[in-house]
Structure formats: structure tokens, C-alpha cells
């Protein structure tokens, strides 16, 4: 939740240097209900307002209520105000402030003055005007539009309204709605066209013809309302870092990124976006930037929190931040999560005022505008120059290890390179035989365990593995962080000392690199994770900084083969799960600091949607999912999928909704024991409650060992579609989970199913080769397509929330609960059941796994009508049909119900 605080801020004789008299009792009281974002603007105008009319310092007092200092304020003060600017948008901090202290403000200052409601809230107009608040039009439009120059006008305004004479009102001026900034003077200026922005940019002498063109995206109100101290900073680095600024703004985000960012022939005007934007973006949104195709960077301002706040958790972001700063994001396709600001409270030495604002952090700042400089090259420099590294998994370390989740790995990396042939890349002499590249990879690419030191210098015998002596290693080691290095030293020791992937040299102890080079790509293991400890452990240790041969790993990348890509192939790695924060992750944080500037572009089973989530998150990937290996009909495996799901959402709310985790829990207790599955694991988990964490892990293991005996085809080849026979069984499968399906539906979802899956294997390749030079990868649900056949066709930078999920039975069981006790105690209180409920539920409550309690009864649940999953999709109580299965069936069903309206009205 929102931390909510209040100051009350006196400005008096002193605030004007008049120490040394005894300051006059204040005859104006202006007081302010609003964000702290607002802060800053009203600061600026009123100095402006102090600096035309100095004696106001003597008569005025200024009073805020705001979010980061609520618990400090005086009741009495700010109900003592003869106007009070009241923005509705907070209105769940005014009905706080007002049971704290018993009071209903805006009341008790109708009492004596004036309430102005502006800006746009929960509730309805009529709400708060019969609370006595006026709607008057003019500080509505001051509002509406901010800008420096309204704010004043705004100020002037609810002063004059308290009784100071000979203010100069002036009108409302006009905000433009899309634009482009910079800041050249104090306040910045925007500009409504391309021409005017450039051409003051040349004036400037800020053009930079042929360097790279950095777009920088915010929404409009952090100008208007002055609060652009975050955005000069990261525009000033650009240009720092040798490249053009293009800042825009507006809303809805998408369509500013497509409207200022394309020119009159639709080639975009940017080679990267760095975007403080899409809070508030839906799926719609993707296929809009892949017009636009650059890669869009995600800059996170941290919301209430201060740097050194920020830099002490173990979170990272809240669960709150994390909701809408990183995973709506994602849906519209954002990439590489990246704190840059955070909020600070400072003390205006002009005026003595106290306020909350937007600051950069500059390690932050550089470090997002290299991310982004690194995959605006990629879009410039020519393919046979791009040096690419491409990381597969040896876990555990040895020659049969070579794999990944449901991915024939040398197969793929085959695939890979011949088409990075066919693009123009240098890829050498490498094999374009998978048998033949699995047998090098054997012979000359695979990490050893400590514990076969003869078989390491084999391997180093073979002449193929790269070495990085002490000295190297060593400046590379000091160039991280001071805490990360430290931890790195103190978990593992001297990097001398090692016993991991290290040979003696002429000049003394190196670290093996088990490296093939041809050309300008690599392919390496991801380097082990540790050594000598349990392995299972090691795997996802996240208090255990990565050993030195890992470290050097990651940097010779960078430092030493300086690739401008890594390429992680296949389901899952380990540089995602290192030590550090959960996500909002700081150049403290292993996976941040190892993966750095480095564009990551991460192949990964569309079934494994939360880790996937993980690698974009803490290894700032972007991802193009693949398709799971073929399947058929019939077996437990759809059952067995459910189950899987249910286990992966438990498991998602253990941290934020132990509730709705106990919920999850007694709904995999039901499934298990339908299934025989708690008969077959003698499971002694016939009572309510009775399944515990360690059960749930033993289950696990039990469904990894059935799902690979329902999956009789082996593995997926990236970027190579099925045969037919083997499309067809898949496709069976699918169509068969819905039984409610007639006849022609499921022929209309076959149908459709057979043109995802061929387009699958073409478009994995396309958006992994799109993703190389640069461009955007569109976005799309991910899961296990019998449970959702819109998880294909792959090739996809796929996100974790699916509304066609929502919601989930078990949230569903929760909700009935809770709406069935929230009726039973309003007619426990009043004798009867309400006539009418409403709720306001935000929008990011769903992707945070909330119970719907609202969705139920709109539903008309527990009346006897409602909403219930059935199969993979939803069907309704009340009179209608099962909703259709996928979207594209959707559509379809959509047309020909337009055509059978047309015909019917004709008739």
C-alpha cells in the first residue's frame, strides 16, 4: 500500500529574511490536498507570486496535506484554511486524514471558506458538491492544464478568493496533449511539432548529425506540474554519452511513442526508448511499438521511497511498485526494469518550505542510458561486425549435461546459426550440423567440477578455451561495485585460492573459460554455479554471491570477447537467480551487475511463465518464447497441467496473499486426491488444511517425472515447426480439453491452432534475428497451450498476466467466502440484505492475485448466478454459451455474428 504522510509548512516573516521582528498574525490560510508530485510546481509559483508581491510573505500561510508526510500534520491548521484546493484523486487519503482525526475537513472549512475540487476522482461531481466543495471552472482549468504559468494562476486565484487584493488573474492557457521537451531555460520549454523541436535543439547547438538518437518518454504532467529534475538528468547523460535526446509525452502511451516517434514515411525518429511511461498499459499497446521497432527500456522513479530506503531492501520494489512499474510494463513489452529516481524530501532555501521531489540517481541513470546506447548499436552496426555470445546450459557440470527445458539445444543452436549465416553474421567455420556441433560442444565446451582436475586440463589441452590470468581479472573484479565485490571475496575467498575451473599458467593460476569461438559468436556453458556443495542448492542460492570463475565469466563478455549480444538459449539459467534484490535490482545486485549494458536476449519455454519473468526482471532479458515439444490426446496430461498451474500459483502467493495461498492449497489437496495421486505418494492429506509446503515439493518432483512420460515426442527444435502428423496430434490434443466444443467450433479451433503452430517456428527465428539488429519483439500470453492455445504462435516477449484467467477457482472459492460474510454481517447489523454493493478495485489488484470480491457479485453470485472456469475458459451461470477458447476463435465467432446481424436486418 501507499505510504501516506502530511507536513504542515508555515511560511512566515522568516521565510523573507525578517528574523529579527516579531512576525504578524497570518490573515490568509491557503491549504492544499494533493500528490507530493504537485509539490514542486506550487513551490515555483509561489516564489514567483513572492518575488511580484513581497509583503505576502507576511499575510499568507501555506498548508499541505500530502502522501509522504501525513503523519505529521495539524488538524487544526489545515481546517483553520479560508480556501482549500482539494485534488479528488486523493480521495482515500482525505477519508483517512478524517477518521485519524475524527473531522470531515472539507466540511469544517465550508464552515468559514471555500473548497475547490479539481482534477478527477472516484467519486462522482455530485459527491462533493453536496459536501459543499464548488466546481468552479476556472482552478478547474488551471488544474486541468498546470504548466508553470497556471500554477500561478492557480495560486492567484484561491488567493484572491481569501480576500488579497490586486492580483492580476491571468486566463487559463492551453497544455498540449502530445509533445516534445527540452530543458533550455529554467522551466524547459515543449513544442508541439517535430520541425520546432529540432530546430531549437540546432539553436542550441545540441544536434549531433549521424550519433545515435535516444528517445526519452514521460508523462506530460511531470512537466506541467515542474517536476522534471529526473528527466534533464537522464536527457543531460545522453548527451554526455555522445548521443541526441528526443524526450516526448503523452497519453495513451503507445499512441505518443507512434505519433512522435515516427516520421511522415514511418521510420522512427529514435534507435532506443527510454520510458518512464506505460503504467497504465494493456496489450493493445505491443503491436503499436513493433511500428515503431526499437527496443523500449523501462526506467522505474521509485514511488514514496528514498534512494538509501531503496538501496537497504531486499525487495527491491514493493509489491505495489512492482505491479505497476515492471509487470504492466511488460505487457506492453518494456525490457531491462531499471531504477533511475527516487523521492527525496529537501527544504527550499528561498522560502524554508519543505517538500517531496522526483530526484535522479546518477550510478542509475548512467547505467539505463549505456543499456540503452547498447541496443540502439545494434540497429546501426552491420551484422558481419556484431560480435555475439551465445550462453546454453551445462548443469550440472559434465559432458551429458548439455540441455534445457523441452529444447533440443545443439538442434537449436544449429538452426541459430545458419541463420545468422544467411543475415550476414560471421559466424566462422562453425559446424550447421547439430550432431557435429554437439560433438565439439563435448569435446571443447563444457564446464568440470572441481572434483576432475585431469579432465579440466584436457580439456585445456585441446587448445579451444580462453584463459584470464589474476591481473585481469583482478581489474575487472574492482570495477563492480565495492559491496558486491566484498561479498563475492567474502563467500568465496582470494580469487588465487579457487578451486573451480582454474589451471596453473606460466605466470601463475588462470580461470578457464570453455569458450569455441568462430568468427565473431561464441558459445560457451553458463559457468557453474558453484562447486563441491549440493547442486539443487547452489542452483538457486540467493544469499550466495557467484564464485570468481562465474564472475570472470560474465565479465571477459563484456571486457574481453566484447559482445554487443548474449543469446541465453533454452529454459532456465542461473545469472536470473543470483543473490540480490528481488526486482528493482542495484549495481550491488549480481544478476544487474553481471549482465550490465549487455542486451540479453533470452530463448525460453512458453510454459514456464513465472521464471521466465524472473530472467526478464533480475537478468533484464528479452525474452522470444518457443513451443513446448508435440503431445497427443488423452492421458492425465491436461489434469496434470491444471494441477501444475495451481501449484505455480500457490506458490506465487505464498509472499504477498498467505491467505489466497491457503486457498491454492486446499484446491491442490482436492486435485491430488481426485487425481490418485495423494493414493499413489501416500499422502496423508485427507483432512482440510492438512497439505503442507514440503508435500507440495514432493509433488513437484512426482509431476516432472509423469509429464515427461505423457510427452512422447522428445524435444522442440527452435525455429522449426512440427510435421504434420505431429501438428495434428498436438492439435487434438487441444481441441479435445473443451468438451463443450460443437462439432464446427472445434473444427473453427483446429483450424486456427494449425495456422498458430506453422507460424510458430518461421516467426522464433524472425524475432530473435529482430531482436539482434535492434528491433521490438511484440508481446503475447504466455502457458502451456492446452490451457491456453493463445500461447501460440510463439516468438514472443511474453508477459505474465492473462485476463481470460481471472478469476482462478481458487480465488474464486476465497471471493464467495468473503461476499457471502460481508453480506451475513450487514444483515447481522441492519436486518436485511443491501440493495445495492459497489466496489472500486484498481486496476493492478488482479495481477496481484486479489480476490475479485466486486466480480463475484457483479456477477450475481451468491444470488444463484455467476461466473465459473469450465475446461480452460470461463462459462456463465446465467443464460449464454461458453466463452469461446481462444481469441482467435473469438474473432471469428465476432465476424460471423456481425454477418448474421447484417442478414437479419435486411430480412
Known amino acids: 500500500m501507499t505510504r501516506f504522510a502530511s507536513l504542515v509548512l508555515v511560511l512566515a516573516a522568516a521565510a523573507v529574511g525578517l528574523l529579527a521582528q516579531e512576525p504578524a498574525d497570518p490573515q490568509v490560510r491557503i491549504g492544499f490536498v494533493y500528490s507530493d ?7 515555483a509559483a509561489y516564489k514567483a507570486i513572492l518575488e511580484e508581491r513581497p509583503e505576502l510573505a507576511e499575510q499568507v500561510t501555506l498548508t499541505f496535506l500530502t502522501e509522504s508526510m501525513f503523519d505529521n500534520v495539524d488538524a487544526e491548521e489545515i481546517a483553520a484554511s479560508d480556501v482549500v484546493v482539494l485534488d479528488t484523486m486523493n480521495q482515500q487519503m482525505l477519508e483517512r486524514f478524517n477518521v485519524e482525526h475524527d473531522i470531515d475537513l472539507v466540511d469544517t472549512v465550508r464552515q468559514r471558506g471555500q473548497v475547490y475540487a479539481v482534477g478527477e476522482g472516484l467519486l462522482p461531481r455530485e459527491q462533493y458538491v453536496s459536501q459543499g466543495a464548488l466546481y468552479d471552472e476556472t482552478p478547474r482549468a488551471f488544474w486541468a492544464e498546470s504548466g508553470f504559468n497556471n500554477q500561478v494562476g492557480l495560486l492567484k486565484f484561491v488567493l484572491a478568493q481569501a480576500g488579497v487584493a490586486g492580483l492580476t488573474i491571468p486566463d487559463p492557457e492551453p497544455s498540449l496533449s502530445f509533445g516534445y521537451y527540452y530543458p533550455d531555460d529554467e522551466n524547459g520549454q515543449v513544442f508541439g511539432t517535430w520541425d520546432a523541436f529540432t530546430a531549437r535543439r540546432q539553436q542550441l547547438g545540441k544536434a549531433r548529425p549521424g550519433a545515435p538518437r535516444v528517445a526519452v518518454g514521460f508523462y506530460k504532467s511531470s512537466y506541467y506540474t515542474g517536476e522534471t529534475a529526473l528527466i534533464d538528468a537522464v536527457i543531460a547523460e545522453v548527451e554526455r554519452q555522445g548521443a541526441e535526446a528526443v524526450p516526448f509525452f503523452g497519453y495513451p502511451d503507445a499512441v505518443a511513442a507512434e505519433r512522435m516517434l515516427l516520421d511522415e514515411d514511418g521510420q522512427s525518429r529514435a534507435d532506443v526508448v527510454l520510458s518512464l511511461l506505460f503504467r497504465f498499459a494493456g496489450p493493445e499497446a505491443s503491436p503499436i511499438l513493433e511500428g515503431v521497432d526499437v527496443p523500449v527500456i523501462n526506467l522505474i522513479s521509485l514511488y514514496g521511497r528514498t534512494e538509501q530506503e531503496w538501496r537497504a531492501s531486499a525487495t527491491g520494489l514493493s509489491m505495489f511498485e512492482g505491479t505497476f512499474q515492471v509487470a504492466v510494463p511488460e505487457v506492453a513489452g518494456l525490457v531491462a ?13 528561498d522560502t524554508g518550505l519543505s517538500v517531496v521531489v ?4 546518477p550510478d542509475r541513470v548512467r547505467m539505463a542510458v549505456q543499456r540503452g546506447l547498447r541496443y540502439a548499436a545494434l540497429g546501426s552496426k552491420a551484422n558481419r561486425d556484431k560480435r555475439v555470445a551465445i550462453v546454453f546450459y551445462n548443469y550440472p557440470a559434465g559432458k551429458a549435461n548439455i540441455g534445457a527445458s523441452y529444447l533440443n539445444v545443439a538442434e537449436s543452436l544449429a538452426v541459430i546459426l545458419r541463420r545468422l549465416a544467411e543475415e550476414g553474421y560471421d559466424v566462422g567455420d562453425s559446424p550447421m ?3 557435429e556441433l554437439l560433438d565439439e560442444l563435448l569435446a571443447k565446451s563444457t564446464n568440470v567440477g572441481s572434483y576432475a582436475p585431469g579432465e579440466l586440463q584436457a580439456l585445456v589441452s585441446r587448445g579451444s578455451t580462453v584463459q584470464i590470468g589474476m591481473s585481469d581479472y583482478n581489474r575487472w573484479l574492482d570495477a563492480f561495485s565495492p559491496t558486491l565485490r566484498q561479498k563475492v571475496l567474502d563467500d568465496w575467498g582470494p580469487p588465487e585460492s579457487s578451486q573451480l575451473m582454474m589451471v596453473q599458467g606460466d605466470a601463475g593460476p588462470n580461470f578457464v573459460i570453455p569458450a569455441l569461438e568462430y568468427g565473431n559468436i561464441a558459445l560457451l556453458p553458463q559457468p557453474a554455479r558453484g562447486a563441491g556443495e549440493d547442486l539443487e542448492q547452489l542452483y538457486h542460492a540467493n544469499d550466495l554471491a557467484p564464485p570468481h570463475q562465474y564472475m570472470a565469466t560474465y565479465a571477459w563478455l563484456r571486457d574481453g570477447f566484447r559482445a554487443d549480444a548474449v543469446i541465453h538459449v533454452g529454459t532456465h539459467g542461473t545469472l536470473e537467480w543470483l543473490d540480490g534484490k528481488d526486482i528493482g535490482l542495484s549495481a550491488d545486485d549480481a544478476s544487474d551487475a553481471l549482465i550490465a549494458d549487455l542486451p540479453d536476449i533470452y530463448i525460453y519455454n512458453v510454459d514456464v511463465v513465472g521464471e521466465g519473468l524472473v530472467a526478464r526482471r533480475r537478468g533484464m532479458a528479452t525474452l522470444v518464447d518457443h513451443m513446448v515439444p508435440p503431445f497427443k490426446k488423452g492421458g492425465l496430461y491436461p489434469e496434470l497441467s491444471l494441477l501444475s498451474e495451481t501449484i505455480s500459483d500457490y506458490g506465487e ?3 504477498d496473499n498467505p491467505e489466497l495461498a491457503l486457498a491454492y492449497a486446499e484446491r491442490i489437496r482436492t486435485q491430488l486426491i481426485e487425481l490418485g495421486i495423494a493414493q499413489d505418494l501416500s499422502l496423508e492429506i485427507d483432512e482440510p488444511n492438512s497439505l503442507t509446503e514440503e508435500t507440495v515439493h514432493e509433488v513437484e518432483e512426482h509431476l516432472l517425472l509423469l509429464r515427461g512420460q505423457n510427452i512422447p515426442y522428445g524435444l522442440h527444435t527452435f ?10 496430434s498436438t492439435i487434438d490434443a487441444i481441441v479435445s480439453i ?5 462439432p464446427n467450433t472445434a473444427q473453427i479451433l483446429a483450424d486456427d491452432m494449425e495456422a498458430r503452430i506453422v507460424e510458430s517456428g518461421p516467426r522464433e527465428l524472425d524475432s530473435l534475428v529482430r531482436a539482434l539488429r535492434g528491433g521490438f519483439v511484440g508481446t503475447g500470453g504466455g502457458g502451456e497451450p492446452l490451457r491456453n492455445p493463445d500461447a501460440y504462435p510463439t516468438g514472443r516477449n511474453f508477459f505474465g498476466i492473462d485476463p481470460d484467467k481471472v478469476p482462478k477457482p481458487a480465488s474464486w472459492d476465497l471471493g464467495v467466502t468473503l461476499a457471502q460474510q460481508m453480506l451475513a454481517d450487514h444483515v447481522e447489523q441492519n436486518g436485511k440484505y443491501p440493495e445495492k454493493v459497489s466496489f472500486v478495485i484498481w486496476g493492478d489488484e488482479a495481477p496481484r492475485g486479489r480476490p475479485r470480491v466486486a466480480d463475484l457479485l457483479s456477477a450475481g453470485h451468491p444470488s444463484g448466478l455467476g461466473c465459473a472456469r469450465q475446461g480452460r475458459g470461463r462459462r456463465c451461470d446465467s443464460p449464454g454459451t461458453a466463452e469461446p477458447t481462444t481469441r482467435g476463435h473469438r474473432d471469428r465467432q465476432r465476424r460471423r455474428g456481425h454477418v448474421q446481424q447484417r442478414h437479419a436486418s435486411d430480412g
Open 653 to 655: 502467493r505464498q509472499a
Open 433 to 435: 550440423d547439430g550432431d
Open 719 to 728: 525455429g522449426v515447426t512440427p510435421d504434420k502428423e505431429m501438428r495434428d
Open 738 to 742: 473443451d468438451r463443450s466444443l460443437l
Open 37 to 43: 508530485g504537485n509539490l514542486p510546481g506550487t513551490l
Open 358 to 361: 522526483r530526484t535522479p540517481i
Open 337 to 349: 526494469p531499471t531504477v533511475v529516481g527516487s523521492q527525496e524530501r529537501v527544504t527550499d532555501p
